[in-house]
């Protein structure tokens, strides 16, 4: 426990500490605000940005951009790549597709994203989904052929069906596979959503950060950004919280919670 709240404790003082060295250094050397402004004027930005509900709106946006990305591009990724793996004729005519758009920058693809769905919400949401597909769907793959051999030839010597052996072995196996894709598709869909923005929006923390640029409120775009790191850890701990709940089976999990347990067994001590 106590191990716990001194790491936490050391974590902060070196923010605090980049914080105020960066601080020193802008008021040292002079530097313009907008080229480089202080941490002070960042969250007075970000102060005045929130008590102005400006930025909150904006928040409100790009969040439901996001979880409706990360959820469409999923269930595409899921399906896909159960059907890539279960089947080899279907990986055969489709993988070299898949890895052919994934390749395609997904910048370039966003203006025509716009110019097909419009500057609406739909257009963010396609963007995010499509960012988000590619790892959950290469991590489902590998999950569902990581079973072993000698399990599944088992599991046929007992006259079990294709989706039992699916069901009751193949995805369990894959399971921890398949949140760690889950944990980059989140990131990845709020990336997504922000590139979308970026080209065109009407609304959200991109258009916004977007706006900020060519009226060089730098202040402003440095709290934006700031913003979206935090949703990202946010977003990310919720998908580990989801795991650690769903995967209490997982070894990996039972080993984590294991040294946890002697870290507060050490601290007490």
């Known amino acids: 426990m106590m191990k716990g709240v001194r790491g936490f404790s050391l974590r902060l003082l070196l923010i605090v500490a980049t914080l105020l060295v960066w601080e020193g250094l802008v008021r040292a050397f002079s530097v ?5 402004p202080a941490p002070s004027g960042i969250f007075v930005a970000l102060y005045r940005g929130i008590a102005s509900r400006l930025y909150l709106d904006h928040i409100g946006v ?3 951009e996001t979880l409706m990305g990360f959820v469409l591009g999923s269930v595409l990724a899921f399906t896909l790549g159960i059907a890539v793996a279960l089947s080899r004729r279907i990986e055969y005519f489709l993988y ?10 997904k910048v370039a693809l966003a203006p025509l994203i716009i110019v097909w769905c419009g500057l609406g919400i739909t ?5 995010a989904a499509l960012v988000a597909f590619f790892p959950l769907m290469v991590n489902t793959i590998v999950g569902l052929r990581s079973a072993e051999e000698d399990r599944i030839n088992l599991m046929r010597s007992l006259a079990a069906s294709r989706w039992q052996i699916f069901w009751m072995l193949q ?4 399971m921890p596979y398949i949140f760690a894709g889950l944990e980059i598709a989140m990131i990845f869909a709020l ?9 065109g929006a009407q609304s959200g923390l991109g258009m916004l950060i977007q706006s900020m640029n060519f009226t060089m409120d730098v202040a402003g775009q ?6 979206l790191s935090a949703l990202g850890l946010l977003l990310n701990g919720i998908v580990s919280g989801v795991r650690r709940r769903v995967l209490f089976w997982d070894p990996s999990q039972k ?9 507060g067994k050490g601290g007490m001590q």
Do not use: C
Not at 96 to 105: L, N, R, T
Not at 123 to 127: D, H, I, N
Not at 171 to 174: H, K, V
């Open 32 to 36: 313009q605000a907008f080229l480089l």
């Open 62 to 64: 790009t969040v439901a």
């Open 96 to 105: 070299p597709f898949i890895v052919m758009f994934q390749a395609m920058p």
């Open 123 to 127: 257009s963010k949401v396609v963007s």
């Open 171 to 174: 995805l369990p196996n894959a």
């Open 191 to 199: 990336i997504g959503a922000i590139v979308g923005e970026f080209v």
């Open 222 to 227: 440095f709290s934006v950004l700031l913003i």
């Open 255 to 263: 080993i984590d919670a294991a040294g946890n347990a002697a870290a």
